[in-house]
């Protein structure tokens, strides 16, 4: 079975530093595209950039370039989402998805990791 | 790039179809922008995939669900509704161009209410 199992809920403050994970299972993980989605809390999904894990290339949203990093070891078959100093804005659920033929759409999705910055 | 646009909310009773729209910000967006997908989300859920390049129902998926595209416009129709079909929906469309800044669209979000 194809998935994809993030890790689980932070709990951080303002400031600190963070970095979550999406592990792949049941495919060749390297032959694809990871895309990071954040759900604030009462809004929509917002797309933050996608990593081909086969060399990392990486591809920013406009939005998030600069404030976070997405890295991945294909060695593992993990992709990750990282910030060096959080703010209480970032407090969301983050999804990871795999792309197909490229990231023509996205399948499957991992369950969330809810991260919480609160002082 | 602009979003893509979805209505915020839809709703229709038990039976009845509905439709949802995604619409892009110009023309050209219908041409560079032309892989459309639509996700179900339930929250506290993950979301699922349910239609990918503009009118394919992934194995699983109810054939209630279809896809369509018309210039710059894509849409989810969703026939005999049940109640589980109560969700919010999304669209995403993925450039055809490596050389835009941004080859990956979202749309906003359709609260779908089953009456």
């Known amino acids: 079975e194809v998935q994809l199992v993030q890790s689980g809920a932070e709990v951080k403050k303002p400031g600190e530093s963070l970095k979550i994970s999406c592990k792949g299972s049941g495919y060749s993980f390297s032959n694809y595209w990871i895309v990071w989605v954040r759900q604030m809390p009462g809004r929509g999904l917002e797309w933050m950039g996608v990593i081909y894990l086969a060399d990392s290339d990486t591809i920013y949203s406009p939005s998030f370039q600069g404030q976070v990093t997405i890295s991945a070891d294909k060695s593992i078959s993990t992709a990750y989402l990282q910030w060096s100093s959080l703010k209480a804005s970032d407090t969301a659920m983050y999804y990871c998805?795999?792309?197909?033929?490229?990231?023509?759409?996205?399948?499957?999705w991992g369950q969330g990791t809810l991260v919480t910055v609160s002082s | 790039q602009s979003a893509l646009t979805q209505p915020a909310s839809v709703s229709g009773s038990p039976g009845q179809s509905i439709t949802i729209s995604c619409t892009g910000s110009?023309?050209?967006?219908?041409?560079?922008?032309?892989?459309v997908s639509w996700y179900q989300h339930h929250p506290g859920k993950a979301p699922k995939l349910m239609i990918y390049?503009?009118?394919i129902r992934p194995s699983g998926v109810p054939n209630r669900f279809s896809g369509s595209k018309s210039g710059s416009t894509a849409s989810l129709t969703i026939s005999g509704l049940q109640a589980e079909d109560e969700a919010d929906y999304y669209c995403i469309s993925c450039s055809s161009s490596i050389s835009t800044s941004s080859p990956v669209l979202f749309g906003g979000g359709t609260k779908l209410t089953v009456l």
């Open positions: 390049d503009v009118t």
């Open positions: 110009s023309s050209s967006d219908a041409d560079t922008y032309k892989y």
């Open positions: 998805a795999r792309g197909s033929s490229g990231y023509r759409w996205f399948d499957p």
